[in-house]
């Protein structure tokens, strides 16, 4: 790409770059009209697609209209017929809502449906007998309540899988050595056994049958799929060939390229005492994987999963000397259900898909004990998000690696939060620009939801698809969406240039996790009791207060260094090369790998021995702690890395032969402290790519290598806390430096570049909460360096005209269709009603404090003033008006006739330096607020649950107060003098 490629790609960036939705329908309750007006809509905003899914209406024919039936498919259509015919992108989801694949089609008892080891158990004295029947497991009991959509169905089948006996030490401990297999003795579903007279016995009868567990809204029930035997995907293949994809939705699919299938997090339940998930063939894959059976180690996998797989505890233990054996056994067994999740599902479900022109998004493999970057090879799209990680920096990381190895579209679903409607939009355009600092380039905003819902339980300001308590929705029911045009071109033009080439990420982390902690987004609760607000969390703590998860150390962090994580069983795959001292030069290029926990693959430890053999530098690290579970303040902390390998595979030694080995070589080093990790890697004669010339607190950095061109992207992320800051950047070669200006797609020459020593180094201030993206051209003729500039204020502008436009609910429409099909359905939709209240002329304060306005306003402000410039603009020099605060609010400023323009909410400056005219100038800008004064004054929070409240049993609302909404500056005229400037601008 050149510089004039880029202009080109920047001025109007392409629908494909532009943030999607996910799109939350009421079932299959909405008419034409309004499927037509949502994707209208959706478009006009600037949204490049849409992913939808049904969610649950209150007040309808769930037969009728669910996930299903005939209205669900004919709604289906639409959107992908409407959503192709403007261009946009159009992702369908695996099943009824979101959690997980279902089907309408199975029962818990077919192989297809997800499956579950059960345990009963029998305690037996010294020497005592039994006989008779084994006892089995009550599939009628009452089963427990989950955090997880859906509950346990009707499971009538149960089969026997083994019975284990094991002498008892403790109440939760027994004696490994004691294990016994009694399987082979069982008749007819009965055993007689006598026990050793050496103590109490314990007597296991394991049995799988179906978990059970539903999905809703379907037109009859959905029961979520076997993702462990092939039984699962072939179903789901099976329903999509012959109920969903019908000719006609095949030839709109044929037509669209951007067709996807989105997998989200694994939201999968168990219900009996085992915990274990299961299937048919899993004993003999694990018997050919491991090498050994797993039957005796049964009793020490039984466990309890309150909530998502890091929340697993196990029921029993060993004793000491024993316990690393046994957590071998547990990283075998959590390491087969990985194999099978990847190759009995994603693999074949992928290639469905893609012989259909159908693409696969799926965030693998978390809240399931599943590896998580393995399956990252196996999609077309890596998906995270922001909810579960808390937005944090490093949590972005943990899949980054895979994303980038193999080339794989990063995206993420931003926007969940638990307190709908109540914070400012700055919000989320920190966790958007957090995510571009790890390199995620798609944003799918979670969500849209239309205003139309069912009659009689729809109110304003409107249907909301996903729970009150969760979420927001970015849709004409929010004051800002008159801004989502500008904001949809902004971000499309970051997440265009920094899709660009490939990514230079300077360290991979080599890191396996099964039981990654994707609640940590959740700790909301301090050590006291009491609710920490989403804004606090985000804003002020973890990433923000110097807390990092999971590398804690912050040392290449603070100077400019990039890195990310995945398993180190990657590196084995044949995609993935060590050329020219880095590791894939053809996608992150890493400079380096770090090895720090306590375990390591002896196959990875050879082959990263080979490579250090041919030139890889590697740092050993011991003693890191890591991240465990946030919400129990668990952490893991690795005293020797590389001490052995994680499975029952006998291969200690030869790992410790193998690490002996890269010890001896020159291009290894070890620490005994994460801290001394960066020297070592400078010690190893390497640099950042785009290292800071001093440590810097506050900024994130991010680089693409595109032929001569490199594209930084640079991010002040201390946005509550911080203060403005000066970063130096060193960049590899000699080049011309230009800033992007996202909001207008101008590009500038930056100013403030030196050239040392076969470097260019920038010089870049900014505010907090900034973000700023600048190309190197590196195949510049002679460039040359610049100082940088400094804006001087010509003029502060305090006096405006101010009217607010106050939103409201309005009358209800209704929406009936009737398609012959026998019945009408009817819809309502909520209107708004919007009133301008005039607040006259003066200073600017916020609308709590404007006596025509007042605390419970929520909608749009307008402020119109003018100004004088005594003289033309000076050519050369660059004009900004800095709106100051406009309290964290999207809008848009117009100066004369000139564009009209959006801005950053973290630094509200707009270029305006070709719509100044000599003499007077008048200013336009319009500012919105959230919903939140008005829904707190009607009364609405008193009804939306506190979601960390739900969680626990209680039943608190969410609590929220006025804002200060409004433009609030100070807004001045500032000017930035770039030559040598003969004539000067005066301002009156």
């Avoid at 920047?10 to 079932?27: C, G, K, N, Q, Y």
């Avoid at 993935?576 to 390591?600: H, K, M, N, R």
């Amino acid at each position: 790409m050149s510089l004039d490629d880029l202009t080109r790609l920047v001025t109007d960036p392409a629908i494909e770059f532009r943030p999607e939705v996910r799109w939350w329908l009421a079932e299959g309750l909405h008419t034409d009209e309004t499927l037509l007006r949502e994707v209208d809509t959706a478009h006009r905003l600037g949204f490049g697609g849409m992913e939808f899914l049904a969610m649950d209406e209150a007040g309808i024919d769930h037969a009728r209209y669910g996930w299903g039936s005939e209205e669900w498919t004919h709604d289906s259509h639409v959107v992908v017929e409407e959503t192709t015919r403007r261009n946009m992108a159009v992702s369908f989801t695996s099943g009824t809502n979101w959690a997980n694949a279902n089907l309408p089609t199975i029962t818990p008892d077919h192989p297809a449906a997800a499956q579950e080891l059960d345990v009963v158990t029998e305690d037996l004295g010294p020497a005592g007998s039994r006989s008779g029947l084994l006892p089995r497991v009550d599939l009628d009991a009452e089963a427990p309540t989950t955090q997880l959509p859906g509950h346990r169905g009707k499971v009538t089948e149960q089969h026997l899988v083994a019975v284990v006996a094991a002498r008892v030490l403790e109440a939760t401990t027994l004696d490994l050595q004691s294990v016994v297999d009694l399987t082979d003795q069982v008749r007819d579903e009965t055993l007689e056994w006598r026990a050793p007279e050496d103590g109490p016995w314990r007597l296991f009868v394991l049995w799988m049958h179906g978990t059970g567990q539903t999905a809703s809204p379907s037109a009859s029930v959905n029961y979520t799929v076997n993702y462990l035997d092939r039984d699962g995907v072939e179903a789901v293949i099976d329903y999509w060939t012959s109920v969903v994809l019908t000719p006609e939705l095949r030839e709109q699919i044929s037509r669209n390229p951007r067709v996807q299938m989105y997998m989200d997090s694994l939201e999968l339940s168990t219900y009996g005492a085992g915990g274990l998930f299961w299937g048919r063939t899993f004993a003999e894959e694990f018997r050919a994987r491991r090498g050994y059976d797993i039957t005796v180690w049964l009793p020490f996998l039984l466990r309890s999963v309150p909530f998502m797989a890091v929340s697993t505890t196990y029921h029993y233990d060993v004793r000491d000397e024993h316990r690393v054996t046994v957590e071998k056994v547990r990283f075998d067994y959590v390491r087969t259900l990985t194999d099978l999740y990847i190759e009995n599902m994603l693999r074949p479900f992928a290639t469905f898909l893609h012989d259909n022109g159908i693409g696969l998004r799926s965030e693998i493999s978390y809240g399931l004990p599943f590896e998580l970057t393995r399956p990252g090879p196996e999609v077309d799209g890596i998906e995270t998000e922001s909810l579960e990680f808390g937005a944090q920096i490093d949590a972005y990381r943990l899949m980054a690696g895979p994303a980038h190895l193999f080339g794989k579209q990063y995206s993420s679903e931003t926007g969940a939060t638990t307190r709908n409607h109540i914070l400012d939009h700055r919000f989320y355009d920190q966790i958007i620009a957090t995510q571009l600092a790890a390199g995620i380039t798609k944003t799918v905003l979670h969500g849209w939801a239309s205003t139309a819902g069912a009659e009689g339980v729809t109110q304003w300001p409107g249907h909301e698809g996903m729970w009150s308590r969760f979420s927001e929705r970015f849709d004409t029911r929010q004051p800002a969406a008159e801004f989502y045009p500008l904001w949809n071109k902004a971000l499309g033009r970051y997440q265009a240039v920094l899709r660009q080439g490939t990514p230079r990420v300077d360290v991979g982390i080599l890191r396996t996790d099964h039981f990654t902690d994707n609640t940590s987004g959740l700790a909301l609760v301090d050590s006291e009791g009491r609710r920490i607000p989403d804004e606090d969390a985000y804003g002020r703590r973890w990433m923000r207060d110097r807390q990092n998860h999971w590398w804690q150390d912050l040392g290449m962090q603070d100077a400019g260094w990039t890195y990310e994580f995945f398993d180190g069983s990657l590196l084995l795959r044949e995609e993935v090369s060590f050329t020219g001292g880095l590791v894939q030069p053809d996608g992150p290029g890493y400079q380096a790998l770090i090895v720090y926990q306590e375990t390591l693959d002896a196959d990875v430890a050879a082959e990263l021995l080979q490579w250090a053999r041919q030139g890889l530098k590697l740092v050993i690290v011991n003693g890191a702690r890591e991240l465990k579970w946030l919400v129990a303040g668990q952490h893991t902390t690795h005293h020797r890395a590389a001490a052995r390998t994680p499975g029952l595979d006998g291969r200690d030694e030869e790992l410790a032969q193998t690490m002996a080995h890269l010890r001896a070589l020159p291009t290894v080093a070890e620490v005994d402290d994460p801290a001394h990790a960066l020297q070592a890697l400078r010690d190893l004669g390497l640099s950042g790519r785009a290292e800071f010339a001093t440590d810097n607190h506050s900024v994130l950095g991010h680089l693409r290598e595109d032929g001569d061109l490199l594209h930084l992207y640079l991010y002040h992320f201390l946005y509550e806390t911080g203060e403005p800051t000066t970063v130096e950047v060193a960049l590899p070669g000699t080049a011309a430096a230009h800033r992007i200006d996202a909001w207008t797609g101008d590009i500038r020459p930056h100013h403030g570049v030196r050239h040392e020593a076969g470097r260019t180094i920038v010089t870049v201030t900014l505010a907090p909460g900034e973000t700023a993206l600048l190309t190197l051209d590196r195949a510049a003729p002679q460039p040359t360096g610049s100082d940088p500039v400094t804006a001087e204020p010509l003029q502060e502008i305090s006096q405006w005209t101010i009217a607010v436009e106050s939103w409201d609910a309005g009358d209800l429409e209704v929406i009936s269709e009737d398609r012959g099909l026998g019945y009408e359905t009817r819809e309502e939709r909520p209107t708004t009603a919007i009133t301008r209240l005039d607040a006259g002329h003066g200073p600017l304060r916020p609308w709590n404090d404007l006596p025509e306005v007042g605390p419970e306003v929520s909608g749009v402000g307008e402020y119109t003033t003018t100004f004088t410039l005594d003289q033309a603009p000076v050519a050369g020099t660059r004009y900004v008006l800095d709106l100051g605060s406009t309290a964290g609010a999207l809008g848009c400023v117009q100066v004369n006739q000139g564009a009209v323009k959006g801005f950053d909410t973290s630094c509200p400056q707009v270029d305006v330096t070709g719509d100044l005219q000599p003499g007077q100038n008048r200013v336009t800008v319009r500012v919105s607020s959230s919903l939140n004064n008005r829904l707190l004054a009607r009364g609405y929070y008193d009804a939306v649950p506190d979601v960390m409240a739900f969680f626990v049993g209680g039943n608190e609302t969410q609590k929220t107060t006025a804002h200060g909404h409004g433009l609030l500056g100070p807004v001045r005229l500032l000017r930035e003098a770039t030559t040598d400037a003969t004539t000067e601008a005066t301002t009156s």
